[in-house]
């Protein structure tokens, strides 16, 4: 049982630059979400899901943009990569208990 | 609105002495917390959650709805718990209602 992959671990980008950052997940589970995680500063919800078709804006969705055809997929997608969006990525998803199964991350660089 | 505070960035403890990681929170409501805990090179994962009142490597930490408090707590702090310890909070009962972590605090176990 794998729970929550991520794609790609670590990513170069040019400034302007676009990427999709891609999460699986193989535990049925309806809820999904995406953080960023800055030094000093924990985890920001990005964006999350409650189901296939559903999404909605976490606390720093400016810049980012989701999708979610699927159960098992919900892909983050960078459009205009700015220096600002240097972080380290984490896509979770939620038993119905509560207890959230991370990713590995994804570390990112704009440059 | 929901908020997870975590007043230590870093928390340096020796071997065999007590450790308290503190966490205190702000919601309406009655809110699910969490401990997760992030090892050197490793994913996030859940530590332990109050709901479950249990004891997880020799950690525990009790519900506070006075204090609004969930500190973690563990009573000889060994080598292997060095790592980084994320608070996190949840308005709704499963986790559905997006979890909002506090900034996280690193402790350092010295010999």
């Known amino acids: 049982n794998a729970g929550v992959t991520q794609t790609p671990k670590f990513r170069i980008l040019k400034i302007g630059q676009s990427m999709t950052l891609q999460c699986t997940q193989d535990?049925?589970?309806?809820?999904m979400y995406w953080y960023r995680q800055d030094p000093g500063m924990g985890l920001k919800l990005i964006y999350y899901?409650?189901?296939?078709?559903?999404?909605d804006k976490g606390e720093v969705p400016n810049g980012y943009n989701v999708s979610r055809s699927t159960t098992e997929d919900f892909p983050l997608r960078l459009e205009l990569a700015a220096p600002s969006q240097t972080s380290v990525y984490f896509c979770?998803?939620?038993?119905?208990?509560?207890?959230?199964?991370f990713g590995q991350g994804t570390r990112l660089t704009v440059v | 609105a929901q908020r997870v505070t975590q007043p230590e960035k870093l928390l340096s403890v020796f071997k065999g002495a007590p450790v308290e990681l503190k966490c205190n929170y702000s919601?309406?409501?009655?809110?699910?917390l969490f401990w997760y805990v992030q090892y050197s090179r490793q994913r996030l994962q859940l530590l332990l959650r109050?709901?479950s009142r249990e004891s997880i490597k020799g950690f525990t930490a009790d519900l506070n709805k006075g204090e609004t408090s969930f500190h973690l707590k563990k009573p000889f702090a060994q080598e292997e718990d060095s790592a980084m310890y994320y608070c996190?909070?949840?308005?709704?009962?499963?986790?559905?209602?997006?979890?909002?972590f506090g900034t996280g605090t690193q402790l350092k176990v010295e010999l």
């Open positions: 979770a998803s939620p038993t119905p208990s509560g207890e959230a199964f």
């Open positions: 535990m049925n589970h309806n809820y």
């Open positions: 899901s409650v189901g296939a078709g559903i999404t």
């Open positions: 919601y309406s409501g009655s809110p699910e």
């Open positions: 109050h709901i």
């Open positions: 996190a909070l949840s308005g709704r009962p499963g986790g559905g209602n997006k979890l909002t």
